[in-house]
């Protein structure tokens, strides 16, 4: 426990042993007085009962002196906080509309409500990507500001993962985090306390597939790009927008087939320790906020206990005061 006026519980503390002091010279006294005057043991005995309720006072003072001084017990508190970036894919292929009433209206959709369950100690920003990330809003705990920057979003252009987890890992950072000219992983350093959540269909411009649902196998850049992640300890959580039957697009005045990669989505988030999400439909979609979970933090903070002591102060002053009148008909 610890005391925010040490000062003032000494000079509580001190007027509390003085009132008792002066309880038992009164009591000696008259003790003194009673026996001088051939009052008999039981009689004394009916004295030191009147002193009770002195006693019940003086305790009363003495807690209320430690009320005063502010004590506080410092408590281990869970809650969320950190960062979290909402990385939108917002090419051609998010128009599909296997997802109603489109893939990219749809995540939007989830985001936003993500983004109105999280508390004011998560700081929350927006990374829209086509051919490389763009980043739309910098993290903060205004999130009226992260959500509108999810509103204003519109599909059209490409797709690369990699280049959208690194504009996210640049958004957390709050400078430019890129891949060595070998693919080599830089040292950004560590921030547990970071997420990124990637709404995407999966299709990547430079690997796993092509707009035309092509296979293409594992894109290279996006998954060095999330090895710097997890060597960063950011998680990466992944909603997978579309459905694996898929359906066509048009795309810059072509009718192409794109179907939802969840594959590549699955491959990113277990190699950052983060979970995948499915949302083929209405159901899955209601689902998704409540499902992402962001790490907790257990801090200490201080617990006021001044109230509880002025209580037991009060118990203990009221107390008194009845035993006092009860057994000599006055107030002190």
């Known amino acids: 426990m610890s005391l925010a006026d040490p000062a003032l519980l ?9 009132l008792a002091w002066a309880a038992v010279a009164v009591a000696r006294r008259r003790s003194a007085a009673l026996a001088s005057a051939g009052v008999a043991a ?3 005995g009916r004295g030191r009962g009147r002193l009770a309720g002195v006693w019940l ?3 009363g003072v003495a807690v209320l002196a430690v009320a005063v001084a502010g004590p506080a017990a410092s408590v281990p508190v869970s809650h969320a906080s950190g960062t979290v970036i909402l990385a939108m894919d917002v090419s051609g292929s998010m128009a599909a509309t296997d997802v ?5 209206a749809a995540a939007k959709q989830v985001a936003e409500s993500f983004i109105n369950a999280q508390p004011a100690t998560v700081e929350i920003g927006v990374v829209a990507f086509q051919q490389g990330g763009l980043e739309a809003a910098l993290p903060t705990a205004d999130h009226s500001t992260a959500a509108t920057a999810v509103r204003r979003l519109t599909a059209g252009g490409g797709t690369s993962l990699g280049d959208a987890i690194l504009a996210s ?5 709050r400078r430019t985090v890129t891949l060595g000219r070998d693919g080599s992983a830089p040292n950004i350093g560590y921030w547990p306390s970071a997420t990124i959540v990637l709404f995407s269909d999966g299709q990547d411009e430079s690997g796993g597939q092509d707009e035309s649902g092509a296979a293409g196998g594992t894109d290279p850049e996006a998954s060095a790009a999330a090895a710097v992640a997890e060597k960063a300890g950011v998680h990466i959580d992944t909603v997978g927008v579309g459905t694996t039957a898929g359906t066509t697009v048009e795309v810059d005045g072509y009718h192409l087939f794109t179907a939802l990669d969840e594959a590549t989505l699955k491959s990113i988030s277990q190699a950052t320790g983060g979970a995948y999400h499915p949302a083929s439909d209405a159901r899955q979609l ?12 257990v801090t200490r903070e201080p617990l006021p206990l001044a109230g509880a002591f002025i209580a037991l102060a009060l118990v203990l002053l009221a107390a008194g ?3 006092t009148v009860t057994r000599t008909g006055r107030v002190v």
């Open 42 to 44: 039981g009689g004394l």
């Open 286 to 297: 209601d689902g998704i906020a409540s499902s992402i979970n962001l790490r907790l933090t």
């Open 169 to 173: 890992l640049s958004a957390i950072t």
């Open 100 to 104: 109603a009433p489109s893939r990219l």
């Open 321 to 323: 005061a009845v035993l």
């Open 57 to 59: 006072t003086i305790a």
């Open 10 to 18: 000494a000079v509580g503390l001190l007027v509390a042993v003085a």
